[in-house]
T-cell receptor, first 113, second 114 residues
Framework: NAGVTQTPKFQVLKTGQSMTLQCAQD?????MYWYRQDPGMGLRLIYY???????DKGEVPNGYNVSRLNKREFSLRLESAAPSQTSVYFC????????????FGPGTRLTVT | AQSVTQLDSQVPVFEEAPVELRCNYS??????LFWYVQYPNQGLQLLLK??????LVKGINGFEAEFNKSQTSFHLRKPSVHISDTAEYFC????????????FGPGTSLSVIP
C-alpha cells in the first residue's frame, strides 16, 4: 500500500497563476482533508470531504476549491495564486469516522512569487 | 469551540535525557486526543492516541502520554531521548463528530543535542 500520495512535491507559481494539487489514497477511507502548514501555526484545515460526493469548508477556505473525484482522489485547486498561499499543503485521509486518526501524505511545498 | 495549546514552541534536550512536551486543550465535550510526529520534510504520522479507558497511553518509539481530565492536559513524555527523536510534535484533539475534524496545536520542535 502506498498510503496517501500527493503530487507535485514542489511547485513555484507566479501571482495569478492557477494549479491543482492532487491527492490519492489506497486505504478505502471515507474521509479526506486538505491542510496548510505555516510556521508557528500548526495545521489549518482548508477543506474536507466526509464521504464521497460531499465537500465542506474548513477553517481557511478562501482562495481554494476542491473536488472529490471518487473515493480515492481529492484535489485542491488554486484559481488565482497569491503570495499568501505560499505554504506546505498536506492531504490526509481517515477511515474511522468520529475518532480523528488521520493518515497524511508527504506534502506539497508551494511558493507563490 | 475547541482549542489546543502547546506551551513550548521549542524544546532542546540532551541525548538520553528525559523529555516532556506539554499540551492543554479546551473543550466543553468529551474529546479524543492525539500526538502526531513530523520528521523533517515529511508528513505527520500518529505517535499515540487516547480514545477511552486507561489514562496512560503508550505509543511508538518509547513515547507515552497521560490524559488528565481535570487539568485538561495530555502531556507527552519519553524517559530517554535519542537523536532520531528530533522532530516537530503536534498535539491534536477530535470531538468525535460525524467526520474526523481534528484541531491541531501549533507544534513543539524537539531538538536532541548529542
Amino acid at each position: 500500500n502506498a498510503g496517501v500520495t500527493q503530487t507535485p512535491k514542489f511547485q513555484v507559481l507566479k501571482t495569478g497563476q492557477s494549479m491543482t494539487l492532487q491527492c490519492a489514497q489506497d486505504m478505502n477511507h471515507n474521509s479526506m482533508y486538505w491542510y496548510r502548514q505555516d510556521p508557528g501555526m500548526g495545521l489549518r484545515l482548508i477543506y474536507y470531504s466526509a464521504s464521497e460526493g460531499t465537500t465542506d469548508k474548513g477553517e481557511v477556505p478562501n482562495g481554494y476549491n476542491v473536488s472529490r473525484l471518487n473515493k480515492r482522489e481529492f484535489s485542491l485547486r488554486l484559481e488565482s495564486a497569491a503570495p499568501s498561499q505560499t505554504s506546505v499543503y498536506f492531504c490526509a485521509s481517515s477511515g474511522r469516522q468520529g475518532l480523528g486518526e488521520q493518515y497524511f501524505g508527504p506534502g506539497t511545498r508551494l511558493t507563490v512569487t | 469551540a475547541q482549542s489546543v495549546t502547546q506551551l513550548d514552541s521549542q524544546v532542546p534536550v540532551f541525548e538520553e535525557a528525559p523529555v516532556e512536551l506539554r499540551c492543554n486543550y479546551s473543550s466543553s465535550v468529551s474529546v479524543y486526543l492525539f500526538w502526531y510526529v513530523q520528521y523533517p520534510n515529511q508528513g505527520l504520522q500518529l505517535l499515540l492516541k487516547y480514545l477511552s479507558g486507561s489514562t496512560l497511553v503508550k505509543g511508538i518509539n518509547g513515547f507515552e502520554a497521560e490524559f488528565n481530565k481535570s487539568q485538561t492536559s495530555f502531556h507527552l513524555r519519553k524517559p530517554s531521548v535519542h537523536i532520531s527523536d528530533t522532530a516537530e510534535y503536534f498535539c491534536a484533539v477530535s470531538r468525535g463528530t460525524s467526520y474526523d475534524k481534528v484541531i491541531f496545536g501549533p507544534g513543539t520542535s524537539l531538538s536532541v543535542i548529542p
